[in-house]
């Protein structure tokens, strides 16, 4: 079985501290992903990684930066964390070199407030 | 881009059958995900369609009209268990990273 894990369940911060969420997978996923869930707009992309090292924008990258050191993990920083930024976090891992129905496996979240 | 469409909430009865309409527009087609998430989890996959059709499993069948930019999820004989949010989602074409755009989910009630 796939497993994907964060961090944290739950984090608590103030506004303008630096915040770290991790994700490690243990599927040697070529491709992982870093989302937020808020209620009524659904999951949206924040950026996404396809190697070691490599990184991409998502829909909504402002306020966010991520790193991809090694091929397991992928860190999603808050530079300057804002209230605005209290949501849910899931990270995400899929195959890159699958069939078309690979499917994104995703951790339990990280449910983070900013106070 | 991508536009995804689905509906906020339903309820239905248990042992009933309920379907899930997803409407999608996107400028590249190359799939379509459903997804189903319970509260504080995360999301699990359920199915995928990538040709026009219906595809079962068990109490679970999806269904593509790509023409018609149109997907459904149809839960049969449902149980209480299958209270949970479902999320559809389209990969497109373009996208070499395995991506997905997702509608906003659809939270369904089932009801004794």
């Known amino acids: 079985d796939v497993k994907v894990t964060q961090s944290s369940r739950y984090l608590v911060k103030r506004t303008g501290e630096k915040v770290f969420l991790e994700c490690v997978q243990d599927?040697?996923?070529?491709?992982m992903f870093w989302y937020r869930q808020d209620p009524g707009l659904g999951l949206r992309l924040i950026y996404f990684?396809?190697?070691?090292?490599?990184?991409e924008k998502g829909d909504i990258p402002e306020g966010y930066s991520v790193s991809r050191e090694k091929k397991e993990r992928f860190s999603l920083i808050l530079e300057s964390a804002s209230t605005n930024q209290t949501s849910m976090y899931l990270c995400?891992?899929?195959?890159?070199?699958?069939?078309?129905?690979?499917?994104?496996?995703f951790g339990p979240g990280t449910r983070l407030l900013v106070l | 881009g991508q536009n995804i469409d689905q509906p906020t909430e339903m309820t239905a009865t248990e042992g009933a059958i309920v379907q899930i309409n997803c409407t999608y527009q996107t400028s590249g087609f190359n799939g379509l995900f459903w997804y189903q998430q319970h509260a504080g989890e995360a999301p699990t996959f359920l199915s995928y369609?990538?040709?026009?059709g219906l595809e079962e499993k068990g109490r679970f069948s999806s269904f593509l009209s790509r023409s018609k930019g149109y997907s459904y999820l149809l839960l049969k004989e449902l149980q209480m268990k299958d209270s949970a949010s479902y999320l559809c989602a389209v990969r497109d074409q373009n996208n070499a990273g395995n991506m997905l755009t997702f509608g906003g989910g659809t939270r369904l009630m089932v009801k004794p």
């Open positions: 995400a891992s899929s195959i890159s070199r699958g069939g078309l129905q690979e499917t994104q496996y």
């Open positions: 990684s396809y190697d070691v090292k490599m990184k």
């Open positions: 599927m040697d996923h070529e491709n």
């Open positions: 369609n990538v040709l026009d």
